[in-house]
């Protein structure tokens, strides 16, 4: 088995105002894998993303990086994160958001070559002098994907990017995701609460309890690639939701559906 | 290709993008004509009814000056009273460029430092609440008289600018601080990417409100100095003509005043578009 990319270990988070979002959260990030966090809300999945950003600190366990000594964080740029908001900067053109990951990490070499690229891969080469408000939600969040792969990151964080969006858009970007991660083999950590677009995307799915969160269940989804519209549709697909489905049920509580 | 070239031969966006959030280029005629129009009718008339008043009655000049009066005055003593438009222009130009200058800059620590801005917050306060005609004799007391003028005109437009910028460096989207943190940027990236863009609509809103409040500060140092004996700005010209009744000439000279507080509300604003038209809410015209 290959070096995890990123471990943690123990990690528990607790808020100033006392509520406990994580306790002993255990989970190991091979590289290539497509792990979707799956549980219910408020069950802490959001922290742990943040935790894994660098963006929260843990309260107590470890978070180990594949390359870096203990305790030391990866380079910036070596992440990506897309949040549950496109988080643009109204005031700048959609290459000149695309651009900022570059200019932020001082990777002024080939940055307009490596802006087009990233625009071309979500499909809105042609939108580039574009400002945000003048696109759908769906380009906005095609543009905060560009800017989280400007900087060819190791690892991909996603924080229920499409849970706004209508399904239509939504299963777009599902697809364009897949085909992404299918064409740059980069390792992405996918927040959600739906059980269709876990078994849908990832390649490996992990239950979460909510209060605290922990991992619950881990669940294999190797379900062939390439996955389409047919996959959505069919038997297969619909026995893993139930059996993914049936996890979550467990780790909240419930009778199973 | 630099950025600033690429800005400027910018080619037009794709159309689906424009059309698909109702955006337009400009107003149609047929909406700005009657907004053009009806206040020059309405102007037209006033000063007709004004003239006729004066010529029916009989009024002399040091009564009522008639419209006609006051033009001929604004001709025969155009070297005068441009000369004394230019340095107030230049007064509430100037006063509002330094408080511009200042506000923003303290603005700026207040948000490196809750302490700093603890301790002087109230002191920006109390200069604002503090009427400035008040303070103008005082001022005049200790200052060169241009000097005075200046500092009554800065102090008036300084705590808009400081009070909206510091408002606008407080309200940066929290999701776009966690992307400057994740890419580690540095205290100058911040400002400069973040920080300052971010403040930028509340910033513009504050220099409008100082615009008009610089005028008005180099106006009331001007009235409180004339009455000492000197000085050449237009509310100079207007305490001095009333002392010798000459009532055209003060009509005249504060007819420039209102155009100077016009050009310099029109100017913000201009910069204020010119700034904010492609992103922001206030700029953008929507088609409903």
Redesign the interface.
């Known amino acids: 088995m290959t070096t995890p990319l990123l471990t943690l270990t123990g990690v528990g988070k607790t808020f100033a105002s006392g509520t406990r979002a994580l306790e002993g959260l255990d989970l190991a990030v091979r590289p290539g894998e497509f792990v979707a966090l799956l549980g219910p809300s408020g069950c802490g999945k959001s922290t742990a993303l943040r935790v894994i ?3 929260a600190s843990p309260s107590e366990g470890t978070l180990a990086w594949d390359g870096c000594a203990g305790g030391e964080k990866p380079a ?2 070596r ?1 990506g ?1 897309v ?1 549950q ?1 496109p ?1 643009l ?4 053109s959609v290459s000149q958001n695309v651009r ?2 570059l ?3 001082h990777r002024t070499a080939g940055a307009d070559e490596r802006v087009a690229a990233a625009l071309a891969r979500v499909g809105l080469k ?2 580039a ?8 939600g769906g380009m906005r969040m095609r543009v905060a994907i560009a800017r989280a792969l400007v900087t060819e990151p190791a690892l991909l964080l996603m924080d229920e990017p499409f849970a706004a969006l209508d399904e239509i858009t939504r299963f777009k970007l599902d697809n364009a995701l897949l085909d992404i991660w299918a064409t740059l083999g980069t390792t992405v950590v996918f927040v959600t609460h739906s059980v269709f677009e876990a078994v849908y995307l990832a390649s490996r799915i992990v239950v979460m309890t909510p209060h605290p969160g922990r991992v619950a269940a881990d669940i294999a989804n190797d379900a062939p690639h390439p996955r389409d519209e047919r996959f959505r549709t069919s038997a297969e697909f619909a026995a893993r939701c139930r059996t993914v489905a049936a996890a979550l049920a467990d780790a909240m509580g419930e009778p199973p559906p | 290709m630099s950025p600033t070239v690429s800005r400027t031969v ?2 037009p ?2 159309p689906s ?2 059309a ?2 109702g ?1 337009r280029d400009r107003p149609k005629l047929g909406e700005i004509a009657p907004r053009v129009l009806l206040p020059l009718t309405a102007l037209g008339l006033g000063l007709a009814a004004w003239e006729a008043v004066v010529k029916v009655f009989a009024l002399p000049p040091y009564e009522l000056p008639a419209p006609s009066l006051v033009v001929e005055t604004l001709i025969a003593d155009r070297a005068l009273l441009l000369g004394s438009l230019l340095v107030t222009l230049e007064t509430a130009a100037l006063g509002l460029a330094l408080a511009f200058v200042g506000g923003t800059a303290l603005a700026i620590l207040f948000a490196r430092s809750r302490l700093l801005e603890a301790t002087l917050y109230p002191y920006a306060v109390i200069l604002q609440v503090t009427p400035v005609v008040a303070v103008a004799p005082l001022l005049l007391l200790y200052l060169p008289q241009p000097l005075a003028v200046l500092a009554c005109a800065w102090i008036v437009a300084f705590f808009p600018v400081l009070a909206n910028t510091t408002l606008g460096l407080r309200s940066v ?1 929290h ?2 601080v ?8 540095s205290r100058r ?1 911040r400002l400069f ?2 920080e300052l ?2 403040a ?1 609509p509340a910033m513009l809103a504050g220099l409008k409100i100082a615009g008009g409040l610089s005028l008005i500060g180099a106006v009331v140092a001007e009235i409180a100095a004339g009455s000492a004996g000197a000085g050449s700005g237009l509310a100079y010209r207007i305490a001095e003509s009333g002392y010798r009744l000459n009532v055209p000439r003060m009509v005249a000279a504060l007819l420039l005043l209102s155009l100077a507080g016009v050009v310099i509300q029109a100017g913000l604003s201009l910069v204020a578009w010119l700034t904010l038209r ?4 206030s700029a ?1 015209a929507r088609e409903r």
């Open positions: 950003a660098g963006l910036p740029g992440l994160v949040f908001d988080t900067m109204p005031w700048a900022l990951p200019a932020l990490t042609s939108f002098d574009a400002y945000p408000r003048e696109l759908s | 910018r080619r966006e794709p993008a424009r698909a959030n955006l989207d999701g776009l966690d992307l400057f943190d994740l890419y580690g940027a990236a990417r973040l863009p971010a930028l492609r992103w922001h809410e953008i």
